[in-house]
């Protein structure tokens, strides 16, 4: 034990959104009964990178008699999470001082949206004397596979999908045909790290029962990464979830759909 500097978490301000979670390089916080919680002191750092991602400004840095800091049992630990050491050193390096996608938005504050059939607001498309009401299907915020919390509630018993970004500009039917009854991430291979994909995604279908997975993609080159990304994930989880692929043309069309 010694004096040192760490994560103090105030349980009356926290409201369980989870943002936090990725924040936190050695993996130390989860979400537990609806609350953040430091799983161990030896697995906190102290150096504070997930205070920016408190929009409720529950965590703060103490000073207090507390285990060392142990950077072997960091490394067991993220092992069991299913990330690498290395890759672990790669995301703190991005999180003190980095690009650092929570950035403590109140914006990203993680919730489930209800979408009770007598609630629904609804959007008219028009076209010459046809009007059609296209009720959205987005049951989740946030979308972006960077500022998701892998352990979200929402997550458990879902039917997981993938969405490349340019994929709902371009398919006319995205919310009907591919996000209805669907929990969704969002990104892009061309501009992020998909190693990074590799291992949230991992994490995701790792850590909750995930009913199925689908991946929607555009029929570019690049775009072929979040596939890829989709299915080393499935393999490193270790589950037996049948993968299904949309590649969607950039004229919007359905090109390949096998569920």
């Known amino acids: 034990m010694a004096m040192r500097k760490i994560v103090h978490i105030n349980e009356e301000k926290c409201n369980g959104c989870g943002l936090c979670v990725p924040s936190c390089a050695e993996g130390a916080i989860k979400i537990i009964d609806g609350k953040a919680k430091l799983l161990s002191d030896n697995l906190c750092d102290g150096l504070g990178a997930c205070l920016g991602d408190c929009p409720q400004g529950a965590i703060e840095i103490t000073e207090r008699d507390a285990a060392e800091f142990d950077e072997a049992a960091v490394k067991t630990h993220l092992e069991k999470e299913g990330r690498t ?39 008219s ?39 490349a970004d340019c994929v709902p500009f371009a398919y006319p039917n995205y919310h009907l045909d591919l996000l209805k009854g669907k929990k969704v991430v969002v990104g892009c291979p061309k ?40 299915e080393q994930a499935l393999e490193d989880s270790g589950k037996n979830i049948p993968l299904n692929k949309v590649k969607i043309g950039i004229n919007g069309e359905a090109q390949k759909i096998n569920f």
């Open 191 to 230: 501009l992020d790290d998909v190693q990074y994909y590799v291992e949230k995604l991992t994490g995701i279908i790792k850590g909750n029962n995930i009913n199925s997975v689908t991946v929607a993609y555009m029929e570019v080159p690049c775009c072929g990464g979040i596939v890829r990304a989709a």
């Open 85 to 123: 050491m290395n890759n672990h050193q790669d995301h703190h390096a991005h999180a003190h001082g980095g690009h650092h996608h929570g950035g403590g938005c109140p914006g990203s504050r993680m919730m489930e949206i209800n979408r009770q059939e007598k609630q629904q607001t609804s959007a």
């Open 125 to 163: 498309v028009s076209s010459d004397d046809i009007e059609v009401k296209i009720k959205p299907q987005l049951s989740q915020w946030p979308v972006q596979l960077m500022l998701v919390p892998q352990n979200a509630p929402y997550f458990e018993g879902a039917d997981l999908l993938i969405t």
